[in-house]
């Protein structure tokens, strides 16, 4: 197993319901750091069969629910929100992440460019690169992991760049 890192991940709302949609949001819990949900990323979480997911994943202490809370955080969240381009999640990510120097979990590829215009050392996941952390921790055999894709592709259109997590480990294995 690969050294833990302690830097918290604050994941965004893409990622959060890649994992619900599967019925495996346990697994977050597996990452060998803290996995934080911001207040404004469970608000976008519409579904109540999702909401309710997502919320005893709460309960049971596998996410830890946290709010944008210091004057530099919603500073920085209000100015995101002011552009227009970002929905609320992104910009909580964005600036918790950016104040706190924790792992941004974002799948938006306009967030993700814009925390790199802000902080180019912000450390960027998306959901593969968590996948593939859980993969290298034997938390998931690359045959689970590919299946992941397979039913994110066909029935919630997420559709990754990967064809298979093999590749991945080959590559960086």
């Known amino acids: 197993m690969e050294q ?22 346990e697994l977050l819990g597996q990452l060998s750091t803290s996995v934080v949900l911001l207040d404004q990323v469970l608000d976008e979480v519409r579904r109540p069969d999702q ?17 944008v809370r210091n004057p530099v955080e919603v500073a920085l969240f209000t100015e995101l929100r002011a ?8 910009c909580a990510v964005l600036a918790v992440a950016l ?11 306009r967030a993700r460019t814009e925390g790199q215009r802000r902080c ?3 450390v960027l996941y998306q959901t593969e690169d968590l996948v593939l952390t859980l993969i290298k921790a034997s938390y998931l055999t690359i045959e689970e992991a590919d299946g992941f894709l397979a039913e994110w592709a066909e029935k919630y259109r997420f559709r990754s760049r990967l064809t298979s997590f093999r590749d991945l480990i080959h590559n960086f294995g």
């Not at 552009?83 to 992104?90: C, K, V």
């Open 4 to 25: 833990q890192d302690p830097t918290p991940i604050v994941l965004d709302t893409s990622i959060l319901l890649n994992f619900v949609k599967i019925g495996r949001v």
């Open 51 to 67: 909401r309710k997911a997502v919320k005893n994943t709460v309960a049971a202490g596998t996410l830890d629910l946290q709010s």
């Open 83 to 90: 552009g227009g381009r970002l929905g609320a999640g992104e």
């Open 99 to 109: 104040t706190r120097n924790w792992v941004a979990g974002l799948q938006d590829r």
């Open 120 to 122: 180019e050392d912000l």
